[in-house]
T-cell receptor, first 116, second 110 residues
Framework: DTEVTQTPKHLVMGMTNKKSLKCEQH?????MYWYKQKAKKPPELMFV???????INESVPSRFSPECPNSSLLNLHLHALQPEDSALYLC???????????????FGPGTRLTVL | SQQGEEDPQALSIQEGENATMNCSYK?????LQWYRQNSGRGLVHLIL?????REKHSGRLRVTLDTSKKSSSLLITASRAADTASYFC??????????FGTGTRLTVIP
């Protein structure tokens, strides 16, 4: 199984709502990632979990809250978002080879988020 | 910024022609990776070239890397309409951290 799944595919929420994005992989990867991608731009790294511990937080606003319940699951909790947070949110996973080596990442199809 | 720059930003070719896109970056890397993204979907890994390699092939793809110039190129030979997508280079600088380039939007006209 070389697939990363994400749910939901599309999400529309108001600025006062609380919602969650979910990501799952069964490749035995120990690193998982959240990226944000605006139209016609490259993905921007938000968070990295390594062995279920948050290892990188790219100065993301606290209205985005990541969670890694176990090695296969990654959530992104959303609260009090702004319209400018509308974007494609991508989850990815990779082996965690460490030793300063950057592994290939496997991406999910993304969640298209619209904040009204 | 450590983000790479890609050139051209957009490329339109006829089916059967070759497509070349270039990537420049700023820092020392351990590898450089190329990814494809179909419109509004997830990224798919294409090929990885390590910093001590100069050229790598995979099917119709050929990647070169020149670490002295901090640049890489991706050549797609005999292009097909299904190759229409955005292509991103991504530099591996440290563990678990890829820096994506600005991307090239390729259109292959049938």
């Amino acid at each position: 199984d070389t697939e990363v799944t994400q749910t939901p595919k599309h999400l529309v929420m108001g600025m006062t709502n609380k919602k969650s994005l979910k990501c799952e992989q069964h490749m035995g990867h120990r690193a998982m990632y959240w990226y944000k991608q605006k139209a016609k731009k490259p993905p921007e790294l938000m968070f990295v979990y390594s062995y279920e511990k948050l290892s990188i937080n790219e100065s993301v606003p606290s209205r985005f809250s990541p969670e890694c319940p176990n090695s296969s699951l990654l959530n992104l909790h959303l609260h009090a978002l702004q319209p400018e947070d509308s974007a494609l949110y991508l989850c990815a996973s990779s082996q965690d080879t460490g030793h300063s080596y950057t592994d290939t990442q496997y991406f999910g199809p993304g969640t298209r988020l619209t904040v009204l | 910024s450590q983000q790479g720059e890609e050139d051209p930003q957009a490329l339109s070719i006829q089916e059967g022609e070759n497509a070349t896109m270039n990537c420049s970056y700023k820092t020392s890397i351990n590898n450089l990776q190329w990814y494809r993204q179909n419109s509004g979907r997830g990224l798919v890994h294409l090929i990885l070239i390590r910093s001590n390699e100069r050229e790598k092939h995979s099917g119709r793809l050929r990647v070169t890397l020149d670490t002295s110039k901090k640049s890489s190129s991706l050549l797609i030979t005999a292009s097909r309409a299904a190759d229409t997508a955005s292509y991103f280079c991504a530099t591996g600088v440290r563990a678990n951290n890829l820096f994506f380039g600005t991307g090239t939007r390729l259109t292959v006209i049938p």
